[in-house]
Every structure is written in structure tokens, then in C-alpha cells.
């Protein structure tokens, strides 16, 4: 069975510092892995995706994530917040063997103070 | 190339009430599924379909039905809403792997659904 565990619920980071959101995940199999943002009152948009081409995945907006499968992690992180980063952030995997559905982390939320 | 639409936005009703929420894509994918988010708990999977007249059960599916007559839509429907059925409601749709390696889902805006 796959699942992801979102370490924190809320990250708090001031402009300008580095952002680290914390995801493991559990699978049976070489997982697909993503990262989705949804800003307040929006859809869902894809960060980024692992999927076993290279460990370290780069996203759109400067994110990264690199996959790390001794830990099971699946670390997303930013050099320098920016204000419009502020949103909530999912982690997710992907079932690969079936319909392709996703399982996703509870969510973290990002605040940037000014 | 307008993705996956969903409608309505926004919708009330009161317990016992039936409606559908209507999901459509044009980007001829096979793979179409429909999630609720909840606070504090992610978005959960209540029905999806691997294409046009299969469709089977997520993880949340009791109090709703789907059905799939063609690529392109996917309709969710409640025939008794609940209280306990005030969500937001995504609709996604991807390509099945096979089709190559990225397996990237779609999202709709969403409908916001409120049950009184």
C-alpha cells in the first residue's frame, strides 16, 4: 500500500530564508512521487514529480525535491521564500500499479512573513 | 485547450437533496477520477475510471455514483446529500502510464459544496 506522511502541518519562514516542507512516504514498490500546491481558493498545481529518472527533481518557481530512498523521503525545498510562495503544500504518490490514483499527505501550509 | 472544467463552482443544498456534479476534459485521456478535500485530511479518492464505461471505487465512495458513457465526462452524482458531504470536490484526469512516464494528474477548479 502506498501512503505519504507530511511531517508538518504548518511551516512558518520569513521572506527570504529557505523553505523545507517534509514528506515520507511508504511504498511496496519504486514509488512516483509529487509535489502539488493549491493557493487559497484555488485548484491543485503540480510542483513537481520523482519518477526514477533522477533523484534530484527541480520544479517550477526555483522548488526542488530530492528523493531520498534510504530515508523514504521526499524533501521539498526553496533557497529563498517569496511571499507568493505562501500556500498549501501536498505531497503525494501515486499508484502505479492500478488507475494511476494518487494518495495524498494531509498537507502543509506555508506562511511567509514579510 | 480548455483541460478539465467542472460545474458548478459553488452549490447548496439541503439534506436529502440529489445533484450532480458535472466534470469534463478535453485532452482524451483515459483516466478520470473524482476526490473530496477535507480539512486537516488531504484529498481523499471516491470513484475513478480507467475509461469510457469502467468505473470503480476509491477510498470514500458510499453516498456516491459515477458513471462513464464517454471519454470526455464524468459526472459524480449524490442522491441523498448529506451533511457529512460538504467538501470540495476535484475532478482529475491522466493518460495511464503505459503511455509513456510521466503519469501527471489534471485538476479541475473544483466544487465548493455546502450540505445544510
Known amino acids: 500500500a502506498q501512503s505519504v506522511t507530511q511531517l508538518d502541518s504548518h511551516v512558518s519562514v520569513s521572506e527570504g530564508t529557505p523553505v523545507l516542507l517534509r514528506c515520507n512516504y511508504s511504498?511496496?514498490?519504486?514509488?512516483?512521487l509529487f509535489w502539488y500546491v493549491q493557493h487559497p481558493n484555488k485548484g491543485l498545481q503540480l510542483l513537481l514529480k520523482y519518477t526514477s529518472a533522477a533523484t534530484l527533481v527541480k520544479g517550477i518557481n526555483g522548488f526542488e525535491a530530492e528523493f531520498k530512498k534510504s530515508e523514504t523521503s521526499f524533501h521539498l525545498t526553496k533557497p529563498s521564500a517569496h511571499m507568493s510562495d505562501a500556500a498549501e503544500y501536498f505531497c503525494?504518490?501515486?499508484?502505479?500499479?492500478?488507475?494511476?490514483?494518487?494518495?495524498f499527505g494531509t498537507g502543509t501550509r506555508l506562511t511567509v512573513i514579510p | 485547450n480548455a483541460g478539465v472544467t467542472q460545474t458548478p463552482k459553488f452549490q447548496v443544498l439541503k439534506t436529502g437533496q440529489s445533484m450532480t456534479l458535472q466534470c469534463a476534459q478535453d485532452m482524451n485521456h483515459e483516466y478520470m477520477s473524482w476526490y473530496r478535500q477535507d480539512p486537516g485530511m488531504g484529498l481523499r479518492l471516491i470513484h475513478y475510471s480507467v475509461g469510457a464505461g469502467i468505473t470503480d471505487q476509491g477510498e470514500v465512495p458510499n453516498g456516491y455514483n459515477v458513471s462513464r458513457s464517454t471519454t470526455e465526462d464524468f459526472p459524480l452524482r449524490l442522491l441523498s446529500a448529506a451533511p457529512s458531504q460538504t467538501s470540495v470536490y476535484f475532478c482529475?484526469?491522466?493518460?495511464?502510464?503505459?503511455?509513456?512516464?510521466?503519469?501527471?494528474?489534471?485538476f479541475g477548479p473544483g466544487t465548493r459544496l455546502t450540505v445544510l
Open positions: 503525494v504518490v501515486s499508484d502505479q500499479t492500478g488507475a494511476n490514483n494518487l494518495f
Open positions: 511504498s511496496s514498490y519504486s514509488p512516483s
Open positions: 482529475a484526469s491522466s493518460q495511464p502510464p503505459r503511455r509513456g512516464p510521466w503519469n501527471e494528474q489534471f
